[in-house]
Each structure stands twice: as C-alpha cells, then as structure tokens.
C-alpha cells in the first residue's frame, strides 16, 4: 500500500456530505461525525499556517519567555544559537506530526486511532483535552490580567476593586473577575462562529502584534538611546563548557513551549492543501519569526532599563507605563487580542476536537469546545499560575504527559505502519478494521504511554528542577523505545 492521499480518501462508493466532512455509508455512528470525519477540501495555504505561528508566539507568554532567554547568564550568540537549535527541532517535530492529518484530512484524535485503536484513542484525546483546558484557562487568566491594567489605565480609582484582598473571591479580585469573564466570552465567541472565522482572525492577530511591537520598540530605542540598548539581559556568568549545560536547558525551554500545540498540530495542518504549504508556513512561522520576535522583545526590554530605570519583561506592563494614554491603551488591546489569538488556536480547538472524539453523536465541535471553556473557570487557573514553584509544577507536569504521547504516535505512524493509512478503517466498529486491535485498543501503545508518563511525573515530583524541565523530552523518548520495542506484541485485527 501506497502513503494515503487524498485521492483515497474520496473514494468511489455511496457518501454524502455533512459539515465539513464527508461520511461515508459505513461510517460507524459512535466514531464520526461531520466534525471529525476527513475534509471535503483542504484550503489553508503557506500564510495560513505562518499566522498560526505567529498568533501563537506573539503572545505575552512567547514575550516572557524570550526575555528570559536572554537573563540565563549566557552571551546574547549563545542564546541566539539555542533559540536557532530549539525552534528548528520544532519546526521538523511539527512537521512529522502533521503528516498524517493533512494526508487523511482527519484531526489528531481520529489520528491517533491508527495508534492506540478505534476506541483507545480517546485515551490521548482525554489528556491533551483535559491539559488544553488548563493551558486555556491560564491563557485566559493572563489575558485578563492586560485588561485589569487598561482598566486601571483608564480609571486609577478602581485599584481597590483589583485588590483580591480587599475585593476578592476564590482568589481573584471583583475587577479580575470582571476582566476573566469578559475574555472568556470574547474568545468563545470567535471560536462559535467556526474555523473559517478562526482562520481570518489569526490571520490578523499574529502581524497586529508585529506592527505594536516595531513601534513600542523603535519608540524605546529612541528615548534610551541606541547605544544603552543591549541583547544581553543579564550578567555573564556562565563562559566555555559551563555554558553548554544552560544551552541545552534552553533549547528545551522553547520546545517545551510548543509541545502542547505540537502534540495536536494536526488538528490545523489537516487544512491544508499540500504538505508543502504545510512545511513553507511551518519555516516562515517558526525558525524565521521566533528569532526575528526574540530578537525584537530582548530589543524593547533592554530599551526599558535605561528609559524606566528596571528591566521589565511584561510587554503590557511596558505599555501600561507609557505617558501617553492612548497609545498605552491602543497596546493593552494588541496584546489582549494576541493572547485571544494564541488561546484559541492552542487551547480551544484542541479540546474541542478530542472532547467531540469521546461521544461524536453527543458532543459536536462546538460543544466540545464550551466543555473546555466551562472547565477552564472550574480550576481557577490563577490558583495554577500564582507562585514560581506552582509554574514549574504546572508546566513540568503536562510536559510529563504530551511528551509520551507524541513518542508513540511518531514511532507508530513512521516506524511501524510505514505511513500507511486505511483511512475508512478509522471509522469502523468492525473487528476486522485495521485499527480494532483488542477490542478497539491497542495495550502497547496504552501501556507505552502509561509507563513514560509515570517516569516523568517521578522525575517532576522527586528530582530537581534541572531534570523536570526535560520532562517532556525524556517521555517522548521513552514511549518511543518502548512502543517500538513491544512491536511485536500489538495485535493484529481480529478475524470474525
């Protein structure tokens, strides 16, 4: 059998329309529905993807974390080489990942079907949802954070109201509860109009944020003075081969910082109309915008010692503190539109998709995707994000459990069944689908992922933090030895 094409997924037989997939007669109810069924067309070219990339690093996240980079103790080409050696591994990670949706037109959890089974893919499709819904609620929570600060800008007044302790509830002030419901409505109505509207708003999210960043910083740079202005935020501390230890812990940084989008890449990537549009916007939105947007938020942070006599490397709090208001106001909103941007295409769609896999009669994309948005206000996710040791648990700990699902989805898909799909054999209750296994699970790949993710959580809770920011590195290595090492134990399809 030949790699899959789109050509067999429209096969000849009796099919009719619904949504946006195409459903076969066949097609078992409790594997499909419009939402998950492959596309009828694939549409997104080479810039659709680049404005992915770009609303999901232009954030105040991707903001931070490119500041911080750049205060590890290493010269200003040491960090620019790790953040080059990061994002390229990145850049092919989510190349590999997107293979197989854009080649059946099918989203991640339907992929992961021809790993772990028809029905034991909703394994993965529950843990990436249910981590999706944290990272939606942090995303929202930090958004909403900008806005309390436009609200403040407007109407100092109101600090009272922003104060949890004199006005509070469950952890988060009256004005943050006020600030969190309002981003929370706004994202879900971009998300309810469907992934047309999501395209053309990332689409314009990712270049709104360049333009304010180009301004902020040349306004910066112009009142510092070009020659107080260095790449270099921090000390030199670290010189030789002591250097290459903090290297490698950035390079993991930044991968770790696009594992969750990675992981369900092919939720987007199966839009579009060739793996090639899929690649050129994956270079042009990873190896070349990350480094030019690093290289512009080090610029506009160095630029805020000598103008702001500290280094701040909180973009809304840089333009929170500008003297002119609407100018401060105009990039409170760029940035609150930017995280919208990067919540939705990271955090939204993903669970919508893996919450509509579990009951695909019951739960549309839609309804998936509000499970994930009420989810999102039940963990109070500012209780996840409100001390240092509690961020390096959080993030630690998804790690734990994205990178073994990743590991064994690549060591399946290219390893084991050679690239090689049955696309109507994912939706199929039969036990002589491809995908049955033992009643519709695959124990290898189950057992593959539980056992790495128990090893990461290990790592995470009982070494040091050196070794649990490699957490989603050493799962994603484990599973993948482990599936391809127990290859030969996966069932094959049951005969009736």
Known sequence: ????????????????????????????????????????QQSWKSYNFFAFWMSDVHSVGGYVTAGSLFALGLAAWQV??????????????????????????????????????????????????????????????LASNALVLLVLKIDPDLAPYAD???????????????????????????????MNAIRKFIDFCGPAVYVVMFALAAYLVTEAGPSNV?????????????????????????????????LNYGDFARY????????????????????????????TASATIPVYGQLI????????????????????????????????????????????????QKISWRTGGMIAAVGSVLITPWNLYNSAETIHYTLDTLGAFIGPLYGVLIADYYLVKKQQVVVDDLFTMSPEGTYH??????????????????IGIVIVFFTNPTAASFSWFIGAAISF???LALKNSIPSRETV
């Open 437 to 454: 296994y033992t009643k519709g699970w695959n124990p290898v790949a189950v057992a593959a992922t539980a056992v790495a993710a128990v």
């Open 164 to 194: 949890k302790a004199q006005h509070g509830f469950v952890g988060l002030s009256t004005i943050g509860w006020a600030a969190f419901g309002v981003m929370w409505v706004l994202q879900a109505l971009v998300f309810w109009r469907g």
């Open 230 to 262: 260095s790449l270099n935020l921090g000390n030199i501390t670290h010189h030789g081969i002591g250097a290459v230890g903090m290297m490698i812990s950035a390079i993991a940084l930044v991968v770790s910082y696009f594992s969750g989008p990675m």
């Open 313 to 360: 490397t909180d973009p809304v709090e840089t333009v929170y503190r500008l003297d002119n208001i609407t100018v401060a106001i105009l990039g409170c909103l760029t940035f609150i539109i930017a995280t919208i941007g990067i919540n939705i295409v990271a955090n939204f769609v993903s669970p919508a998709f893996d919450f509509s896999h579990v009951s695909p």
């Open 481 to 483: 030895l482990l599936y």
């Open 1 to 40: 059998m030949t790699e899959v094409t789109r050509a067999e997924v429209e096969l000849a037989g009796h099919s009719h329309a619904a949504g946006d997939g195409l459903i076969k007669d066949g097609y078992h109810p409790r594997l499909t529905n419009s939402d998950l069924a492959p596309l009828k």
């Open 272 to 299: 579009g109309r060739s793996m090639a549009a899929v690649k050129r916007g994956n270079f042009l939105g990873l190896p070349v915008n990350f480094l030019v947007f690093a290289v512009l938020c080090v610029v």
């Open 80 to 141: 620019l080489i790790s953040l080059l050696v990061g994002i390229v591994i990145v850049y092919f990670l989510c190349n590999l990942v997107a293979r197989p949706s854009q080649a059946t037109g099918v989203p991640y959890p339907v992929v992961s079907r021809v790993t772990f089974g028809v029905l034991g893919a909703n394994v993965p499709a529950v843990i990436r949802g249910l981590i999706a819904v944290a990272w939606y609620g942090i995303q929202t929570f």
